[in-house]
């Protein structure tokens, strides 16, 4: 049993095509959840993710919201292509909810002005350790972004929309409604939106100067200069952020809630494992549980699954698909593959039993939802230390910083964690850690951004399930 419209079939034309456009979600997300972060630091705005996906973010179409985690800081929500006006009963005078919707010049609709723009240069040389001999690299490299956006906020007021609860009823008999209920999934409608006022355009140059690797830690070096320009055209009327009430549905009737309970973390009170690296550890036992019990084969097929897609931007989101699938529907129609890096694992998940591959399934999306905090090149330095055997130390590392950030923004990083065989173990190490907001120095002290927390949880978690399946019980 599938959902109408989302049946996912993923053809070679569809796998390229969603090729191109990965760099522009990326800079789309940046864009939205920078204007959220302005916007509304401490609320509960959420950004829009996927420039593919803003249709169905707008006012009154209903969406359904991901389990969310502690790494996490604001909720995710899948689109369900349905509004409200589609499960609600015909009303006693036969008009429609979308003239809830404010026009352009009505007073539920605000205009905004922001604009951003940034430069990151970094000079020097650095002396990098490489197979078979040593190469000191000189140079500089830099990054700029730039934009400037009208923005409109559009607003339902709940005044309206509990006149309309009381003139409407819900259609229980509506087939997507009845499946919803079968998943105890809840449903959520789309109350405020912030929009393009018009056509704005977002744009990333970077560049390399002379004998420089710009990113050390791949391995190539451009000699010369390099440039890279990358640019995204958001249309007016896209929707950047948004807000949603859930919906309580009992018989033919509905309410909002306005006031949902918030997520709190559950902190253990152990004395090793205390406040957020507690919590972060019994999350990730309690969600992928199942992973410590596979056979060591399995977890070789896994283990080779999740490589394969942290290194191809296509096979992650036909993963993440075709998981979200089972998940929302239990199709095992969905596990099929063109992918040969894919076609092993979903060959068995096909055969396992409906427990287990619900198991296996939430395992796996919670394992990609960590991936997905995290930047694609990150993605490449955790397939050179899974390759180097260095992911149990590297946990170590984001362990023992864990423990002590929450007590203090500067701490000093225990030296035998940052001691590699290889110098460039080491540079990947802190690399890698810099990207997630952490800046570890040659004397030890280290310190942490103000985005660090939620990069560095997703970091754990990422290097926490890279370890358990790279060493099977």
């Given at each position: 049993?599938?959902?109408?419209?989302?049946?996912?079939?993923?053809?070679?034309?569809?796998?390229?095509?969603?090729?191109?456009?990965?760099?522009?979600?990326?800079?789309?997300?940046?864009?939205?959840?920078?204007?959220?972060?302005?916007?509304?630091?401490d609320g509960d705005l959420v950004p829009v993710r996927s420039m593919l996906d803003h249709e169905h973010f707008r006012p009154l179409w209903?969406?359904?919201?991901?389990?969310?985690?502690?790494?996490?800081?604001?909720?995710?929500?899948?689109?369900?292509?349905?509004?409200?006006?589609?499960?609600?009963?015909?009303?006693?005078?036969?008009?429609?909810?979308?003239?809830?919707?404010?026009?352009?010049?009505?007073?539920?609709?605000?205009?905004?002005?922001?604009?951003?723009?940034?430069?990151?240069?970094?000079?020097?040389?650095?002396?990098?350790?490489?197979?078979?001999?040593?190469?000191?690299?000189?140079?500089?490299?830099?990054?700029?972004?730039?934009?400037?956006?009208?923005?409109?906020?559009?607003?339902?007021?709940?005044?309206?929309?509990?006149?309309?609860?009381?003139?409407?009823?819900?259609?229980?008999?509506?087939?997507?409604?009845?499946?919803?209920?079968?998943?105890?999934?809840?449903?959520?409608?789309?109350?405020?939106?912030?929009?393009?006022?018009?056509?704005?355009?977002?744009?990333?140059?970077?560049?390399?100067?002379?004998?420089?690797?710009?990113?050390?830690?791949?391995?190539?070096?451009?000699?010369?200069?390099?440039?890279?320009?990358?640019?995204?055209?958001?249309?007016?009327?896209?929707?950047?952020?948004?807000?949603?009430?859930?919906?309580?549905?009992?018989?033919?009737?509905?309410?909002?809630?306005?006031?949902?309970?918030?997520?709190?973390?559950?902190?253990?009170?152990?004395?090793?494992?205390?406040?957020?690296?507690?919590?972060?550890?019994?999350?990730?036992?309690?969600?992928?549980?199942?992973?410590?019990?596979?056979?060591?084969?399995?977890?070789?097929?896994?283990?080779?699954?999740?490589?394969?897609?942290?290194?191809?931007?296509?096979?992650?989101?036909?993963?993440?698909?075709?998981?979200?699938?089972?998940?929302?529907?239990?199709?095992?129609?969905?596990?099929?593959?063109?992918?040969?890096?894919?076609?092993?694992?979903?060959?068995?998940?096909?055969?396992?039993?409906?427990?287990?591959?619900?198991?296996?399934?939430?395992?796996?999306?919670?394992?990609?939802?960590?991936?997905?905090?995290?930047?694609?090149?990150?993605?490449?330095?955790?397939?050179?230390?899974?390759?180097?055997?260095?992911?149990?130390?590297?946990?170590?590392?984001?362990?023992?910083?864990?423990?002590?950030?929450?007590?203090?923004?500067?701490?000093?990083?225990?030296?035998?964690?940052?001691?590699?065989?290889?110098?460039?173990?080491?540079?990947?190490?802190?690399?890698?850690?810099?990207?997630?907001?952490?800046?570890?120095?040659?004397?030890?002290?280290?310190?942490?951004?103000?985005?660090?927390?939620?990069?560095?949880?997703?970091?754990?978690?990422?290097?926490?399930?890279?370890?358990?399946?790279?060493?099977?019980?």
């Open positions: 049993m599938s959902f109408p419209h989302q049946q996912r079939i993923w053809h070679k034309s569809t796998l390229l095509w969603i090729k191109n456009s990965s760099s522009c979600n990326r800079m789309f997300k940046k864009v939205t959840q920078s204007i959220v972060k302005q916007m509304d630091p209903l969406v359904r919201r991901k389990k969310q985690t502690i790494f996490q800081r604001s909720p995710r929500y899948k689109q369900t292509w349905y509004r409200l006006e589609d499960v609600l009963l015909p009303g006693q005078d036969g008009k429609s909810s979308e003239s809830l919707i404010p026009n352009g010049g009505e007073q539920d609709s605000r205009q905004f002005l922001i604009k951003k723009s940034g430069t990151d240069r970094i000079d020097g040389s650095l002396i990098v350790p490489a197979d078979p001999a040593r190469a000191e690299l000189k140079g500089a490299a830099s990054l700029a972004s730039e934009w400037s956006i009208k923005l409109q906020k559009k607003h339902i007021p709940p005044a309206k929309l509990e006149a309309l609860k009381t003139e409407r009823k819900i259609n229980t008999n509506h087939t997507f409604l009845q499946q919803l209920q079968k998943t105890g999934q809840n449903l959520y409608v789309v109350h405020e939106t912030i929009e393009t006022l018009e056509e704005a355009s977002y744009q990333e140059i970077s560049e390399a100067d002379g004998n420089f690797m710009a990113q050390f830690y791949v391995k190539f070096c451009a000699k010369g200069t390099r440039g890279n320009k990358q640019s995204i055209t958001i249309p007016k009327g896209c929707t950047l952020a948004f807000r949603a009430f859930k919906l309580a549905i009992s018989d033919a009737t509905w309410d909002l809630c306005y006031m949902p309970r918030k997520q709190t973390l559950r902190l253990a009170s152990d004395d090793v494992l205390e406040g957020i690296l507690g919590a972060l550890e019994a999350e990730v036992k309690r969600n992928c549980h199942i992973l410590s019990m596979l056979s060591s084969q399995l977890s070789i097929i896994l283990l080779k699954a999740i490589k394969a897609v942290m290194g191809d931007r296509n096979l992650f989101q036909e993963l993440s698909h075709k998981m979200e699938a089972v998940l929302d529907e239990g199709d095992r129609g969905e596990l099929k593959t063109e992918s040969a890096a894919l076609k092993d694992l979903l060959s068995r998940l096909h055969h396992s039993s409906a427990d287990i591959l619900l198991s296996m399934a939430a395992a796996i999306t919670y394992t990609l939802d960590a991936l997905e905090e995290l930047s694609e090149d990150q993605h490449l330095l955790l397939l050179e230390s899974l390759e180097n055997k260095i992911v149990s130390q590297q946990l170590k590392l984001v362990e023992s910083i864990l423990k002590q950030r929450e007590y203090r923004k500067g701490f000093s990083a225990d030296p035998s964690l940052l001691s590699f065989s290889r110098e460039r173990d080491r540079q990947v190490t802190i690399a890698m850690m810099e990207m997630s907001g952490v800046k570890l120095r040659e004397d030890g002290s280290a310190a942490c951004t103000e985005d660090a927390s939620s990069a560095t949880e997703a970091l754990y978690v990422s290097l926490y399930i890279l370890n358990l399946l790279s060493n099977p019980c």
